[in-house]
């Protein structure tokens, strides 16, 4: 399918100047943000992960089970949305978490680079799925992007999002080595037109992860493709994000961009992991370390 000659349906990028501009007025904004009502929303929000190389089913299957029994010891608070893994720990997690609300997230398609063959892609978020995968996490062919392959990459997602039919599929851009607002906002443009159920900033494994500028540039993408298409589509960050305030901020984004209705975990999310503990302690109002 063509995708890039539909790029011209759109506004244009906001500029260098507009995003500065813009996120100094959310920056001011932001502090109101700073409580531990929106903190508990970020909480909820949060994709938490692991995925190291030293990963294992038994330390994955411990992680899994301290976050399925985390209102045991924080009734107060709402679990995060979902747990994130590689491939082979999908099942781990299922049978740790069973019985719970929590949804199983994993990376899949070649992640963190993206490259190898499309059919190894799609063999591996099939076999996400397959062992009980709710959300699927594919990295946007970015050496492509840069190239101007633009429908080559969409086309990319547009056959992993059949592969992942009845999951959630979340697009990541690596915004860190995309060189413009304007690669950032085609790259959104494209991957929500291919099928993305979300897109998310970076794979938190270049050298330059999340930016405010990034997320910024990403909402306006999404508040133009849903003007355009009717369809809601989902903001992820993640990539850097550890303090509570930096949490607070990209909060503040996608509500003075795209509004209070995107703040739920259907269209919001943020991967972490040292931010959990971070955000307990800003609530809690003392130094916690649950996981």
């Known amino acids: 399918m063509e995708y890039a000659n539909h790029l011209n349906e759109y506004t244009p990028a906001p500029t260098a100047d507009k995003v500065a501009a813009e996120l100094e007025k959310i920056r001011s904004c932001a502090e109101k943000n700073q409580n531990s009502e929106v903190y508990k929303s970020c909480y909820s929000v949060i994709?938490?992960?692991?995925l190291s190389c030293g990963d294992s089913e038994e330390s994955v299957s411990e992680f899994a089970r301290r976050t399925a029994e985390f209102n045991l010891d924080f009734p107060h608070?709402?679990?995060v949305a979902s747990i994130c893994v590689y491939p082979p720990f999908v099942e781990t997690v299922g049978l740790a978490i069973d019985g719970t609300p929590l949804r199983i997230t994993s990376v899949a398609g070649g992640f963190p680079s993206s490259?190898?063959?499309?059919?190894?892609?799609m063999l591996e978020v099939a076999m996400a799925i397959e062992n009980g995968a709710d959300e699927i996490d594919v990295v946007l062919n970015v050496g492509k992007i840069l190239t101007g392959?633009?429908?080559?990459?969409a086309n990319e997602i547009e056959v992993l999002r059949e592969e992942s039919e009845g999951a959630t599929l979340k697009v990541i851009l690596e915004t860190g080595a995309l060189t413009s607002n304007e690669q950032i906002y085609n790259a959104s443009l494209l991957a929500m037109a291919a099928g993305a159920d979300f897109i998310k900033t970076s794979t938190g494994k270049s050298d330059v992860a999340a930016t405010p500028e990034a997320a910024i540039v990403m909402c306006h993408a999404i508040a133009e493709y849903y003007k355009v298409s009717g369809r809601k589509?989902?903001?992820?960050?993640?990539?850097?994000?550890r303090t509570a305030e930096e949490a607070a901020l990209y909060y503040t984004i996608v509500e003075?961009?795209?509004g209070q209705e995107w703040l739920i975990s259907d269209l919001f999310r943020i991967g972490a992991s040292s931010l959990a503990?971070?955000?307990?302690s800003a609530i809690e109002g003392r130094q916690i370390k649950y996981y």
């Open 256 to 258: 003075q961009i795209l």
């Open 233 to 241: 589509v989902g903001f992820k960050v993640a990539g850097g994000v």
């Open 47 to 50: 994709d938490l992960t692991t």
């Open 77 to 79: 608070i709402p679990n």
């Open 115 to 121: 490259q190898t063959f499309l059919e190894v892609k």
């Open 149 to 153: 392959a633009y429908d080559e990459a």
């Open 277 to 280: 503990n971070n955000l307990l």
